[in-house]
């Protein structure tokens, strides 16, 4: 049988592992010996301040280089602090452009798919230019990854988004921010929705549309908290 193994890279600063209890014995679930992997995703999210001191950084080269071509790996937001892609008069700019080079080399070379998707941080943590700076990280780094749309979803907007990982793995992509964001922000008709529930119409779509596929969601705020 097929292993879809998905390798969560992420940091713990003193805080406690949580596990549903419908998959507290997740730890016993393991796959047959003879089991295939037939793709890797690697998860990375909250980068904060980027550099090689972080060994978690070093970790996930060494795993993206073993996954090699049949591997994604997806950046799940803030991926600069404090305040995202800042603008050239920031008194923070040449750190930033410093910061998303580094996080722009680490992924560059990567055989498989990269997924940046923003985060609160990166809309500047709400603030009213939080916008811009969403367009001009995206413009940022898909101008310097050149790989073409990595930045998803598009120019600011909610998504959804679908991409296909592989034959039968699916991911899809969505801001929770732009729903929180109270400045501006792409409007309904910028996004070609009616109502803001035309968003969730689309995500039903997609799922529909993929049911005979295995489905990863994809966002920076969680769908399920535990405080």
Same mark, same amino acid.
């Given at each position: 049988?097929?292993?879809?193994?998905?390798?969560?890279?992420?940091?713990?600063?003193?805080?406690?592992?949580?596990?549903?209890?419908?998959?507290?014995?997740?730890?016993?679930?393991?796959?047959?010996?003879? &089991?295939?992997?037939?793709?890797?995703?690697?998860?990375?999210?909250?980068?904060?301040?980027?550099?090689?001191?972080?060994?978690?950084?070093?970790?996930?080269?060494?795993?993206?280089?073993? &996954?090699?071509?049949?591997?994604?790996?997806? /950046?799940?937001?803030?991926?600069?602090?404090?305040?995202?892609?800042?603008?050239?008069?920031?008194?923070?700019?040449?750190?930033?452009?410093?910061?998303?080079?580094?996080?722009?080399?680490?992924?560059?070379?990567?055989?498989?798919?990269?997924?940046?998707?923003?985060?609160?941080?990166?809309?500047?943590?709400?603030?009213?230019?939080?916008?811009?700076?969403?367009?001009?990280?995206?413009?940022? /780094?898909?101008?310097?990854?050149?790989?073409?749309?990595?930045?998803?979803?598009?120019?600011?907007?909610?998504?959804?988004? &679908?991409?296909?990982?592989?034959?039968?793995?699916?991911? /899809?992509?969505?801001?929770?921010?732009?729903?929180?964001?109270?400045?501006?922000?792409?409007?309904?008709?910028?996004?070609?929705?009616?109502?803001?529930?035309?968003?969730?119409?689309?995500?039903?779509?997609?799922?529909?549309?993929?049911?005979?596929?295995? /489905?990863?969601? &994809?966002?920076?705020?969680?769908?399920?908290?535990?405080?």
């Amino acid at each position: 049988s097929l292993l879809l193994l998905c390798s969560l890279t992420f940091q713990m600063q003193g805080q406690k592992t949580f596990y549903s209890k419908k998959i507290k014995a997740w730890e016993l679930n393991k796959p047959s010996p003879n &089991a295939q992997v037939k793709h890797s995703v690697f998860l990375i999210g909250d980068l904060k301040y980027p550099n090689d001191q972080n060994p978690v950084y070093q970790l996930l080269r060494d795993d993206m280089r073993s &996954a090699g071509k049949n591997s994604s790996v997806l /950046i799940l937001g803030d991926i600069v602090y404090p305040l995202g892609m800042v603008d050239s008069s920031h008194i923070e700019f040449k750190n930033s452009i410093i910061e998303h080079d580094y996080v722009i080399n680490l992924f560059k070379d990567h055989p498989g798919q990269s997924i940046f998707i923003p985060g609160n941080h990166d809309w500047e943590r709400g603030r009213k230019n939080g916008w811009q700076h969403i367009l001009d990280q995206e413009a940022y /780094i898909e101008a310097n990854m050149n790989r073409g749309n990595v930045y998803l979803p598009d120019g600011g907007g909610p998504g959804p988004g &679908a991409v296909p990982l592989c034959d039968d793995i699916v991911l /899809i992509v969505f801001d929770m921010q732009w729903f929180l964001q109270r400045h501006d922000k792409p409007g309904l008709k910028q996004l070609g929705f009616e109502k803001v529930q035309d968003f969730f119409v689309h995500f039903e779509d997609i799922i529909m549309r993929n049911q005979q596929k295995k /489905i990863i969601v &994809a966002s920076h705020h969680p769908l399920f908290s535990v405080g």
